[in-house]
């Protein structure tokens, strides 16, 4: 007698799941300890989707056992004249004998209608895997940037102003609560303020190869910008001990100094519209500090 093979099933994790989840991915990415994943599901756990999205993702599951999970971030993003729901897929792991139940997970964590799917960081050997899933490639690498460099001797005046501190000038209210949720996450918020307008940025601080401190570029109206503000921008971060600037970039960034590194870090979507570069508001870059 052969005996039945244990139900599979895929559904939304709960808050009764999140202990489950963390041990799952703590053992699929043994490079980050479960004190990890539980930061990385209590972010998610006051994290606001946007209505009918799921809360964390995705449970695969056997004989009521978890044997998969997908993360998706999920939010609001601003779409030409309106808005629209973004999922960022982050971090999924199946255990390898249940590897080939991994298309159900993945298809079920796709299957919500008018939204626009991010993976801002794909394995090099999931690229494939995604592109048959109908990813496109958005971003081909990274900019490094040294932008103190620039404007050393004249520029327009700036003011540059973290997102708590008070000023007249008028922001955006969407704008304005981006800042104020990712300076919460450890990003640095800022406003530069030129000829009466504010204009927002978001930085994630980062060590590259455990020695070299940076800031990452998770949020602005246009890397333009960013060009523009760079000298500015830039001197602040350096006080602060963040010397260089990674931008998302298909070549190098016209205006500013620095190194183009293509195939770095490749971005890709699916559905809605196609990504700017200089928006990774609430994905996992912002959200889990990956």
Request: proline share 8%; with cysteine.
């Amino acid at each position: 007698m052969v005996a039945a093979a244990p139900a599979i099933r895929c559904r939304q994790i709960a808050n009764a799941d999140v202990s489950a989840t963390v041990a799952l991915l703590a053992r699929g990415f043994p490079g980050r300890g479960r004190a990890f994943w539980r930061r990385a599901l209590q972010r998610l756990a006051e994290h606001r989707p946007p209505p009918g999205l799921p809360q964390y993702g995705y449970l695969l599951e056997s004989g009521g056992e978890p044997v998969g999970a997908i993360l998706l971030i999920c939010s609001t993003v601003r779409a030409g004249d309106g808005f629209a729901a973004r999922c960022n897929l982050s971090s999924w792991y199946v255990v390898p004998a249940f590897r080939s139940y991994a298309p159900l997970l993945v298809s079920r964590a796709l299957a919500h209608k008018d939204v626009t799917y991010l993976n801002v960081s794909p394995a090099p050997h999931t690229v494939p895997i995604i592109e048959a899933q109908g990813f496109a490639r958005y971003c081909d690498g990274l900019f490094v940037a040294v932008p103190m460099l620039k404007d050393l001797f004249g520029g327009e005046p700036v003011q540059v102003i973290e997102a708590h501190e008070h000023v007249e000038v008028e922001i955006d209210p969407f704008e304005r609560e981006i800042l104020r949720r990712h300076a919460a996450l450890g990003c640095v918020s800022l406003r530069c303020v030129a000829a009466g307008r504010a204009y927002p940025f978001v930085f994630r601080p980062r060590i590259v190869k455990r020695i070299v401190p940076c800031a990452r570029l998770i949020y602005c109206r246009d890397i333009g910008d960013l060009v523009r503000f760079a000298g500015p921008i830039g001197r602040y971060l350096a006080r602060r001990g963040m010397p260089l600037v990674i931008v998302d970039a298909n070549g190098p960034v016209a205006g500013l100094v620095g190194v183009f590194r293509g195939g770095r870090m490749p971005k890709y979507f699916k559905g809605g519209e196609q990504p700017r570069l200089g928006d990774l508001a609430y994905t996992e870059c912002a959200v889990l500090g990956v």
